[in-house]
Every structure is written in C-alpha cells, then in structure tokens.
C-alpha cells in the first residue's frame, strides 16, 4: 500500500465518521421542548372580545425568554399568521409561552380603524407575565384565540 493509497483511506474513513455523526448534531437531545418542523399557525386576538388590530404577536420556546421563535401581526380583523423562517410559515412543533403587544418599535399606538383595543395591559407585553401558552401541534389545525382581558 502506497502512502497515497493510505491517505485516501483516512480522508474516506473520515468522512464517513463525520457523515454518520451529523444527524445527532440537531440538537434534540438538548432538552428543548420545540421541534425543528414548521407547521402553518396563526389565530385572533380580541380584547374584551373586541378584535385587536395592529398588535405584534411573539412565540417564545415554553420556559425562555430571549428572541422569540415565530413572530405575527394581527390584521383589521385581529387574526395572524406565524413566520418562522419566511412570511406565514407557520411555527416550529413545541410548547410556547405568548407575549402580545400594540406598540410599535418607535412607541406610538399602532393605526387602526377603531377595531383595535387601545393598548392592552402590560401584563401580556413579556411570555413571563403574559400567562398566555400555546402548543404548536404535527397533526390538526394550530389556530390559537387568546381573548385578553384587563382584569
């Protein structure tokens, strides 16, 4: 065997190695409580039943509270769609904690055509005070109604 022949054994091996290792490398076993799978998600927000328009929607993995995983914004008619990793994507299988806001970036009350609650309590702003949970499920609709209340 040439040192040629040897080399091209160890770089083949190699590969190999590295190749069957990968698919463990996804990070499941790490304990998070969200699978890497996107599934179409959305629902409605309503406050005091009224429907909440303009109001930023954050899904964060149940028990973190870092950068949220999906993101929506509610419609005229208080409803939204998730985006993961493009636009309506959905939301990765998981548990989830929900913070819900209608401020924008800047501050100011988001526009509207009077469909929208003014401002909703502080409360639903972080997933650690907000009491809002949602599981994104593999099979079924995931269509989730959170009616707020001030109280």
């Known amino acids: 065997m040439t040192w040629k022949t040897g080399l091209w054994s160890v770089v083949i091996a190699g ?13 499941g076993g790490g304990g998070s409580s969200v699978d ?5 998600a959305g629902g ?5 039943g009224t429907p909440v328009a303009g109001a930023n929607v954050r899904f964060f ?11 929506g914004t509610t419609d005229e ?13 959905g939301a990765a299988i998981g548990t989830y904690d929900v913070a819900i806001t209608t401020a ?10 009077g469909a929208a609650a003014k401002s909703l309590p502080e409360k639903f702003a972080t997933p650690g005070t907000s009491g809002l949970k949602a599981e994104v499920k593999a099979e079924g ?3 989730f109604a959170f009616d707020l209340s001030a109280k």
């Open 61 to 71: 993995v149940a028990g973190t509270s870092g950068t949220p995983a999906a993101t």
């Open 44 to 48: 409605h927000i309503a406050m005091n």
């Open 141 to 143: 609709e995931n269509w």
């Open 36 to 40: 890497s799978k996107i599934r179409p």
């Open 77 to 89: 008619s208080g409803n939204f769609m998730l985006t993961t990793d493009f636009k309506d994507d």
């Open 15 to 27: 590969c190999c190695c590295l190749a069957l290792g990968l698919p463990g490398c996804n990070g």
């Open 104 to 113: 924008s970036a800047d501050g100011a009350e988001p526009k509207s055509d």
